[in-house]
């Protein structure tokens, strides 16, 4: 295991220590964050010494498509983008939790409209849960409109998107918040900064549609999936107003990062009892145990790294 100053990373076809991986400032990516990428999750099982990452290739299937909407000449298949997110992940011999960051980015010495030459990074790093068990997080609505499809895609995983995203933030904590949750152009509940957002109201499950400016999270289908499937839940996609989130029975915020964080406040007004509600709990009890591998029939959701 390496430790985070001997970090490997995969840059431009060869292993390299992370100190080592210099981009040319003149590039577009460094210039006009002309870049897509993913942020995967593997997660070590210690029982069975292996490590799970998590939908390998749905997140694959998204950075090609982020590649193509952005117009970039695109050289890298999907199978190699796997591999090398598995050969990276092989030379840190991680044997713990862990994110992910894949970027195809555009090189050179070109302007924002170039189409290439682009290239690649892959960059591991070890994480456990991004917020500790007992927490949720207080939340504002921004003052700021989310992107959406008629200007910057909220669709297309690039790197200037997080510019919104940012200012969200931004405003946020300076307003004493833990994050924020969008509106987008029509004026309904979009997404936070870098998750999806469900709430809970007389069990049933909703959240706003990809319709509603947001990115298509696997986290999110995932979610979806497992309580239609394994708590025989009713799940809608649906435009959310922003007044229903103040009278929702719980709210929780997912993304591969946060995986699945509850919501105990929407500016200052308590969201339920104000604790991580039953429905959150079990989702994320569930989730957790799928992405290390404890629930066979997902199993197909997993690309192990080590060898049986
Ligand atoms: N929305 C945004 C803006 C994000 O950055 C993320 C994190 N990738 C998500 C949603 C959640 O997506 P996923 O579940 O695929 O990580």
């Known amino acids: 295991m390496n430790n985070k100053k001997s970090r490997l990373i995969w840059f431009k076809g060869h292993i390299v220590p992370v100190e080592n991986a210099k981009i040319n400032v003149l590039s577009p990516t460094s210039q006009f964050g002309a870049n897509v990428f993913e942020g995967l999750r593997a997660y070590w099982n210690g029982d069975e010494k292996q490590l799970y990452v998590f939908r390998l290739m749905d997140h694959i299937n998204r950075l090609q498509n982020s590649i193509k909407m952005m117009g970039f000449d695109n050289e890298f298949s999907s199978d190699f983008m796997q591999q090398v997110v598995i050969d990276t992940l092989l030379a840190n011999n991680f044997m713990e939790d862990l994110v992910c960051r894949q970027t195809v ?88 900064p870098g998750a999806c957002i469900f709430m809970v109201k007389c069990g049933v499950l909703i959240t706003p549609p990809l319709s509603a400016s947001i990115l298509d999270s696997i986290t999110r289908s995932t979610i979806i999936d497992i309580a239609r499937e394994d708590l025989d839940m009713e799940v809608i996609e649906r435009d959310v107003e922003k007044d229903e989130l103040y009278v929702a029975d719980e709210i929780f915020m997912c993304g591969t990062a946060v995986e699945i964080v509850p919501v105990f406040n929407v500016d200052k007004v308590q969201v339920g009892q104000g604790v991580e509600g039953r429905v959150t709990l079990n989702i994320k009890n569930l989730y957790l145990d799928i992405v290390r591998g404890k629930v066979e029939k997902y199993k197909k959701w997993l690309t192990s790294v080590y060898a049986d």
Not at 124 to 129: L, Y
Not at 158 to 182: C, K, P, W
């Open 105 to 192: 980015f555009l090189d050179g010495f070109g302007n924002w409209s170039a189409t290439g030459p682009i290239d690649m990074f892959v960059a591991p790093m070890a994480q456990g849960r991004y917020y500790k068990k007992s927490e949720g997080l207080d939340v504002c609505v921004s003052s700021w409109e989310r992107i959406n499809e008629r200007s910057l895609s909220p669709k297309i995983k690039m790197g200037a998107n997080y510019m919104n995203s940012r200012m969200g933030q931004l405003e946020a904590v300076h307003n004493e918040y833990d994050s924020t949750i969008f509106l987008n152009r029509e004026g309904t509940v979009s997404e936070g």
